[in-house]
């Protein structure tokens, strides 16, 4: 599995960006799978962000960017898709895409962005939000 992530990049406060992560090794229609994206920020953890969880339909979205970020999924190019919106200085990071293959029902929230739950990962893909 390889995931290729592009669309980081420099946006000013309240302005957007989307983040787009190609899987290969994969395909959509024929997998069960969990995939979506996490951050880091310098001297701090990488946490998850959002995820879309084939096995049920169902997105994940931490407390901090609900409401500003959507998940999104295309089978048809086997690509996730964050469209972030009313970016803040604070969502400033190092923006991972990642993924996981197999059947993950009634894991709740918490767990599905856990970074441990994610054996595949992206390079890495830079976010700026600047004042």
């Known amino acids: 599995v390889q995931l290729v992530e592009s669309g980081g990049g420099s946006v000013q406060v309240g302005g957007s960006l989307r983040l787009s992560c190609t899987a290969s090794?994969?395909?959509?229609?024929?997998?069960?799978?969990?995939m979506g994206w996490f951050r880091q920020a310098p001297g701090k953890e990488r946490e998850g962000v959002s995820i879309?969880?084939?096995?049920?339909?169902?997105?994940y979205y931490s407390d901090s960017v609900k409401g500003r970020f959507t998940i999104s999924s295309d089978d048809a190019t086997n690509t996730i898709y964050l469209q972030m919106n009313s970016l803040k200085p604070e969502d400033t990071a190092v923006y991972y895409c990642?993924?996981?293959?197999?059947?993950?029902?009634?894991?709740?929230?918490?767990?599905?962005?856990?970074?441990?739950?994610?054996?595949?990962w992206g390079q890495g893909t830079q976010v700026t939000v600047s004042s």
């Open positions: 990642a993924a996981t293959l197999g059947l993950n029902i009634g894991i709740g929230r918490q767990g599905m962005l856990q970074t441990g739950r994610y054996r595949h």
């Open positions: 090794g994969f395909t959509f229609d024929d997998a069960n799978y969990a």
């Open positions: 879309f969880n084939s096995g049920d339909s169902r997105t």
